[in-house]
């Protein structure tokens, strides 16, 4: 006869009535009683309970769990009743039994940060991080991956500290040293650009480069040289190429020999389209990299695509002459705001100032950082919504004596509409992703047009101070208008059509002169593109006194009239029906090119004449008739002939003059133009091409943290101390696996120092 036993909540097991109390086995509160337990066969123990308790007897029925260190007794089995195990694991795990808590604590050593010794629990044999071996080789790669991307000093390694932190982490890890480390980091750089190299040399279109430049305190100069190109996926990439160490930045034949060593790097020789250089450049260097890019790039407006300066540095140079303009006004600005800032009495009193005055601005007053010419604009806004509160702080602080007058609050509200200007045109710089050179006709335009009016403005302060910022961003605007139309042209929004409504605002009635220049580059550009299906001249390039000059065989007489190098802007075409007429163009624009460049585009020019030509052979002419009948045969040859005739003007239509006719696109927000042309190019194949060339022109040669600077950057005392080519390896790499330029690859490439 056998009694059933509870166990846990519903569970039950049989044990025999006539079994001896002593011969029960302590099981785990979950596990139940067999009922093929044997009266005198121990179960074998599971619970690493049993490692800290001992089942005694203690009656009939009765069995208890003793504690081994504090001797405390614990029910565990009653008569048909079992208690179970998990009141006994939490005497132990939560630190009840005071013996075993003591005992913890004086054996607590620096491996572990736990108060109670938990009792070890039993896992089974897993795939987990206790079976990956330790790779010191993988150490090493991580170490060099988080200089780079850090900006760490490569002495890193050797700092005691962090061979503390390392060691205490890994005690099997063996600390490198600085000549392995930075073997490491160059190797990685290298590994990387052979996968950028690659990437780039399956671009179907063209590379920009743009020029940044950069100087250390030992006056040797920097030139950090980018890329921006657009991929077969119609994917637009910016990313850092070289960085090449120049004695001095005035050099011509310094920064033409770094331009020089970045196409022979990257395999560009023949696929540069533009250049853009930084503002600090001059003429000389201009004119030396003018010479260089029309070898380099013959084909291309005859080396006319050269864009003179950065966008954000010219618009930093504005602000930084207007916030000169008005410096003393925007000094007592400063002021008032650091005496609040600096001191917390003083503080308190401005904020409940602006509690009684109940001010709505939701803005608060902070120091600017005079680095960044934004931070000063903010300032001032901030200022100008809190100026009630700055008129009333000299009544309750007789220390304040610096407050700004209202004629200086109103000088400052002038200047921050113009600093608004500014702000909100290179405002698309710092966006995470870089825009696409069609973006940048419309901000441009604007500041144009918006300081053409204010030099008239008929307040003498306005005019007064937007004039000498005319008279500067005049020169950008003649010398990027054209490229900047081109550019917008290519957005099937606007096409030539906001081109004509912005020129007509900021020209007047000599619009249409305007016009036809980027009408006639645009189709001459074209053109070009045309040519490059037929096979090019054979350019040989001579090298004289450390110079690059072209040489080809002097042109025929054709169809494209090459102006001198000063005199024109454009060369001549004849003018195409329905076109405004040409007028006087200025000089010093474009640059014409070498007179040698002419004949390949000739051909171009000769076989669209051999086009129409050929066209007008297939024309009906009226032969005399025999036969009185009008319909010949079937009645239809007369309609093949006038849809062959249809046809054939159809196809004599430039891709190019297709697209300008066609209808504008609906503009919305957030418009994909790089995915339009990508849907596009089977219909367009010639002028999509160009289009991957043209919006991939970068206008602006800084990065988005760098876009309000208002001074030049400096190379660090520990950067410039290194080498050349680690140098160039940490800040190339840095680029390229934070913004992922490059794919990974397999391959491994060391270098040895």
Same mark, same amino acid.
């Not at 200089?147 to 760490?152: A, C, N, R, T």
């Not at 450049?281 to 080396?303: D, K, W």
């Not at 300081?451 to 000498?468: E, G």
């Given at each position: 006869m056998v009694l059933p036993v509870k166990q846990g909540e519903m569970e039950t097991a049989t044990i025999p009535v006539t079994m001896p109390v002593t011969p029960i086995t302590p099981t785990d509160n979950n596990e139940p009683l067999s009922s093929e337990v044997q009266p005198n066969k121990r179960r074998r123990k599971k619970s690493i309970v049993w490692d800290h308790f001992t089942v005694e007897t203690v009656g009939d029925g009765c069995i208890r769990a003793c504690c081994n260190h504090c001797k405390k007794s614990f029910a565990y089995i009653s &008569?048909?009743?079992?208690? &179970?195990?998990?009141?006994?694991?939490?005497? /132990?795990?939560? &630190?009840?039994?005071?013996?075993?808590?003591?005992?913890?604590?004086?054996? =607590?050593?620096?491996?572990?940060?736990?108060?109670?010794?938990?009792?070890?629990?039993?896992?089974?044999?897993?795939?987990?991080?206790?079976?990956?071996?330790?790779?010191? %080789?993988? $150490?090493?790669?991580?170490?060099?991956?988080?200089?780079?991307?850090?900006?760490? !000093? /490569? +002495?890193?390694?050797?700092?005691? &500290?962090?061979?503390?932190?390392?060691?205490?982490?890994? !005690?099997?890890?063996?600390?490198?040293?600085?000549?392995?480390i930075q073997g490491d980091c160059v190797a990685m750089y290298l590994k990387e650009k052979q996968s950028l190299l690659t990437f780039i040399s399956k671009i179907p279109g063209r590379v920009s480069l743009t020029l940044d430049l950069c100087i250390s305190n030992q006056t040797v100069g920097y030139v950090f040289l980018t890329g921006q190109y657009i991929d077969s996926e119609w994917n637009l990439h910016r990313c850092l190429l070289n960085v090449v160490m120049v004695p001095s930045l005035d050099s011509d034949s310094a920064l033409q020999q770094a331009v020089v060593s970045c196409l022979s790097d990257w395999h560009l020789e023949n696929r540069l389209f533009t250049l853009t250089l930084d503002q600090f450049?001059? %003429?000389?260097?201009?004119?030396?990299?003018?010479? =260089?890019?029309?070898?380099?790039?013959?084909?291309?407006?005859?080396?006319q695509l050269l864009v003179g300066n950065c966008f954000a540095r010219v618009i930093s140079l504005l602000a930084q002459e207007v916030l000169w303009a008005v410096g003393e006004t925007v000094k007592k600005i400063r002021e008032s705001v650091?005496?609040?800032?600096?001191?917390?009495? +003083?503080?308190?009193?401005?904020?409940?100032?602006?509690?009684?005055?109940?001010?709505?601005?939701?803005?608060? /007053?902070?120091?600017?950082?005079?680095?960044?010419?934004?931070?000063?604009? *903010?300032?001032?806004?901030?200022?100008? %919504?809190?100026?009630?509160?700055?008129? $009333?702080?000299?009544?309750?602080? !007789?220390?304040?004596n610096i407050a700004p007058s209202m004629d200086d609050w109103k000088q400052v509200e002038i200047l $921050?509409?113009?600093?608004?200007?500014?702000? *909100?045109?290179?405002?698309?710089?710092?966006?995470?992703?870089?825009?696409?050179?069609?973006?940048?006709?419309?901000?441009?335009?604007?500041?144009?047009? %918006?300081?053409? +009016?204010?030099?008239?403005?008929?307040?003498?302060?306005?005019?007064?101070?937007?004039? !000498?910022?005319?008279?500067?961003?005049?020169?950008?605007?003649?010398? $990027?208008f054209l490229v900047l139309a081109v550019a917008v042209i290519m957005d099937p929004r606007f096409k030539m059509k906001l081109v004509e409504f912005s020129f007509s605002r900021i020209y007047g009635e000599d619009a249409g002169m305007w016009i036809k220049i980027v009408d006639d580059g645009i189709h001459e550009l074209y053109l070009e593109y045309i040519a490059q299906a037929l096979s090019p001249p054979e350019t040989f390039v001579e090298e004289r006194n450390g110079g690059l000059i072209p040489k080809t065989e002097p042109p025929e007489e054709g169809y494209l009239l090459e102006a001198p190098p000063e005199e024109g802007y454009l060369q001549e075409r004849p003018p195409r029906e329905g076109y405004l007429q040409e007028g006087p163009p200025e000089e010093g624009y474009l640059q014409g090119g070498p007179p040698q460049e002419v004949s390949y585009q000739e051909v171009a020019h000769q076989e669209i004449a051999l086009q129409e030509i050929s066209h007008q052979e297939i024309a009906p002419q009226e032969i005399p008739s025999l036969d009185p009948l009008i319909s010949i045969g079937d009645g239809l040859s007369d309609f093949e002939v006038y849809i062959s005739e249809i046809s054939g003007s159809q196809l004599m239509k430039s891709e190019l003059d297709q697209y300008l006719e066609e209808s504008l696109l609906p503009r919305i927000q957030d418009f994909d133009i790089l995915g339009w042309w990508k849907l596009n190019q089977t219909k367009y194949p010639t002028l999509s091409r160009m289009a991957s060339d043209i919006l991939s022109i970068p206008f602006s040669t800084v990065g988005p943290d760098s876009v309000f600077d208002t001074h030049r950057k400096k190379m660090d005392n520990y950067r410039s101390s290194l080498r050349p080519v680690t140098l160039e390896a940490l800040i190339c790499a840095k680029d390229w696996l934070q913004y992922g330029a490059s794919q990974s690859t397999n391959a491994s490439v060391r270098m040895e120092f």
């Open positions: &008569g048909s009743k079992l208690a &179970g195990t998990s009141h006994l694991k939490r005497h /132990i795990a939560l &630190g009840i039994c005071p013996v075993s808590r003591n005992r913890n604590q004086q054996t =607590l050593d620096s491996k572990t940060s736990n108060a109670t010794d938990e009792p070890k629990k039993r896992y089974r044999a897993t795939p987990g991080y206790a079976n990956i071996p330790f790779n010191q %080789e993988r $150490c090493n790669h991580e170490i060099a991956k988080m200089i780079i991307l850090h900006e760490y !000093p /490569i +002495h890193i390694v050797e700092h005691p &500290g962090f061979i503390d932190f390392v060691k205490t982490l890994q !005690p099997q890890f063996n600390m490198v040293s600085f000549n392995t450049t001059n %003429e000389n260097i201009n004119g030396s990299l003018r010479a =260089l890019f029309s070898v380099r790039n013959p084909y291309m407006f005859h080396g650091k005496f609040v800032k600096t001191s917390d009495t +003083h503080e308190e009193t401005f904020f409940h100032l602006r509690e009684q005055l109940k001010v709505p601005s939701m803005k608060d /007053i902070f120091i600017d950082d005079q680095a960044k010419w934004n931070t000063t604009y *903010d300032m001032l806004v901030a200022a100008c %919504e809190l100026k009630q509160v700055f008129l $009333c702080l000299e009544t309750s602080i !007789p220390d304040y $921050c509409r113009y600093l608004k200007l500014f702000f *909100d045109a290179v405002s698309i710089l710092s966006a995470p992703t870089y825009p696409t050179a069609s973006a940048f006709y419309h901000e441009v335009s604007k500041v144009q047009l %918006e300081l053409t +009016h204010a030099a008239m403005n008929n307040d003498p302060f306005i005019s007064n101070l937007t004039k !000498p910022l005319k008279e500067k961003f005049d020169r950008y605007w003649s010398d $990027c």
